[in-house]
């Protein structure tokens, strides 16, 4: 288990005589010295995701079809990375979307079969759209020797036909900005291929529209990479293309990998909401972040997950909540309500995007529900569709067996956390999924993502505030699970605490869906939480454990 010099399953176990509450003291003071470190000069908090197989094979696929000595380069590094890099596995679209995108990026041909179609809906239907298109060009893009199974002439009318339609109806769809650029330059690819280049050219022209200073699509590695691959089939003596391709170049990490966005707003709300009422944060630590997230609210109220993008409804709420209680948010907080009573569907419910067609998702809900309960009397906004809604979702995910799921984060402990405090705390799904939840901690004390996964800090931080925070204080969580509990998890978290005060992670947050990524500060904020909320009860006049 690593930890503070990696300690052994012996030191663990001394760990559980320690005392509870100096414990997460101890804990959550070198945790804060690592949260304070690390703030940036802005006020927020940004932290490079750990690398994966999609971006780097991409950007790998697209700087390979250029002929420059620093893009030779640069492709020898992704490839030598890439060859031992292993695909993720959590999901099947997401093994297959990085196996085929490897064997694209380095002319193996380990590309395989998905083995089934049954990924059907606005999820999953622009990974599943991307995939054919690099598929139906590889001869075109990819480098020599790549042998992938062809996609079907009925397939590649069938895929042409469904982007020009898209492309007709982008502006009443609303789309994403960086699945705007994805679309623009899967339609230039494919009408490319077709031998459509009056097509092909006034697409990479509007795709061309799109692109930031620093030669960028929004700040996006997987966006921009795409696009440098229809700016050189298309139009290859533009300057969009040279600037995007400078834009990899630079972006290319030391160990020859690219990463996925960084989501800076959404990263420190969650350091706030994480941190919050620690003294030395409050003081060191907050004035700075409220001045961050005051400057990154957009002019119509919302928050985005990352500057530079429109609002979403999932981090305005997030925000919201960070923000509760502070009079010196007071106007950035009716900006946002005004966003989320607008953004407000006709059935009583919230997407992610502000995007026509985006489905609602039970933790984005959850959240818009749960802030407008925090400032109840500030606002007009009904939620009794909504939350009979999470009702009827909690109801059904847990007739299932399997459980509570969110949309943005794998596993339950995220998944219990962030939709009960939404839900009665003693509605008999939230006690059954508590009682689930508590019933799945590992024998090291602490708590997973999933199956394939071992304990994780995160896991463990986020089913601790679940436990003790999601049923009201009091209500409930001693009677589930096993006594010692808390000693056990706090015994874990201790044991796997670097000696930097930061924990380690592994890939949680979904995006673009279904792949993971990992944010070593969502790791800290998720395990901050649930040692706050530890020991806030067991400091409490009703001391005791679960």
């Known amino acids: 288990m690593p930890g503070r010099g990696g300690e052994s ?24 010295g690592h949260c304070l470190r690390h703030q940036r000069e802005d006020g927020g908090w940004r932290s490079p ?8 094979a991409l950007a790998c696929l697209a700087l390979s079809r250029e002929a420059t000595p620093a893009a030779r380069h640069a492709v020898r590094r992704a490839r030598q990375w890439l ?23 380095c ?34 893009v990819a480098p020599d020797g790549a042998g992938h199974e062809p996609v079907t002439a009925d397939g590649l009318r069938a895929l042409r036909a469904g982007l020009r339609t898209a492309v007709d109806g982008a502006a009443r769809s609303r789309l994403k900005s960086w699945a705007l650029v994805d679309l623009l330059a899967e339609h230039a690819l494919v009408e490319r291929y077709f031998g459509a280049a009056q097509d092909a050219e006034a697409a990479a022209r509007r795709l061309a529209d799109l692109q930031a200073p620093d030669g960028s699509f929004y700040g996006n590695v997987l966006s921009t990479s795409l696009a440098l691959l229809a700016l050189h089939a298309v139009v290859p003596a533009g300057t969009a293309r040279y600037r995007a391709r400078g834009y990899l170049l630079t972006a290319q990490h ?17 350091t706030v909401r994480a941190f919050r009422g620690e003294p030395d944060f409050d003081v060191q630590g907050l004035p700075r972040a409220l001045d961050f997230l005051r400057a990154a609210q957009r002019p119509d109220g919302g ?49 992610t995007w502000q995007a026509a067609g985006d489905p609602p998702a039970p933790d984005v809900v959850a959240h818009a529900v749960t802030a407008l309960d925090r400032y109840r009397g500030r606002h007009r906004v009904p939620t009794g569709a909504a939350r009979r809604w999470l009702l009827a979702y909690a109801g059904r995910a847990g007739a299932t067996g399997d459980g509570w799921a969110a949309s943005w984060y794998r596993g339950a402990p995220y998944a219990v956390c962030e939709i009960a405090p939404a839900l009665p705390p003693g509605h008999r799904a939230v006690r059954a999924e508590l009682t689930r939840l508590a019933a799945s901690r590992r024998p090291d004390g602490g708590w997973a993502h999933g199956p394939d996964t071992g304990s994780l800090p995160s896991a463990t931080g986020l089913a601790l505030a679940a436990l003790y925070g999601a049923a009201g204080p009091g209500n409930g969580t001693r009677a589930v699970g096993p006594g010692g509990g808390t000693r056990a998890a706090l015994a874990y978290l201790a044991a796997a605490q670097r000696a930097d005060g930061s924990w380690p992670g592994r890939p949680e947050m979904y995006g673009p869906r279904p792949l993971l990524s990992h944010s070593p500060a969502q790791t800290l904020a998720f395990t901050v939480l649930g040692l706050t909320a530890a020991r806030r009860a067991l400091r409490g006049p009703r001391r005791g454990e679960w």
């Open 9 to 32: 399953g012996t030191a663990y176990r001394d760990l559980l005589h320690h005392d509870p509450v100096r414990q997460a003291d101890d804990m959550l003071a070198r945790a804060l």
């Open 254 to 270: 030391p160990d020859g990998t690219w990463r996925f966005l960084t989501t800076d707003v959404w990263d420190t709300q969650l």
């Open 107 to 140: 002319g193996t041909g380990d590309g395989h079969g998905l083995g089934t179609e049954a990924f059907t809906g606005p999820v999953f239907a622009p990974r599943l759209r991307l995939l054919a298109v690099l598929r139906a060009c590889a001869e075109r």
């Open 303 to 351: 928050w985005p997950c990352r500057q530079g993008l429109e609002s979403d409804n999932d981090t305005t709420a997030a925000v919201l909540l960070a923000l509760a209680g502070l009079p010196e948010a007071a106007d950035a907080a009716r900006g946002a309500l005004r966003h989320l009573a607008e953004q407000q569907s006709r059935a009583g419910l919230w997407s």
């Open 83 to 105: 060859r031992t890099a292993r695909p993720q596995t959590h999901h099947p679209l997401a093994q297959y979307t990085e196996t085929l995108l490897a064997g694209l990026a």
């Open 49 to 56: 995701p750990d690398p994966r197989v999609t971006e780097t």
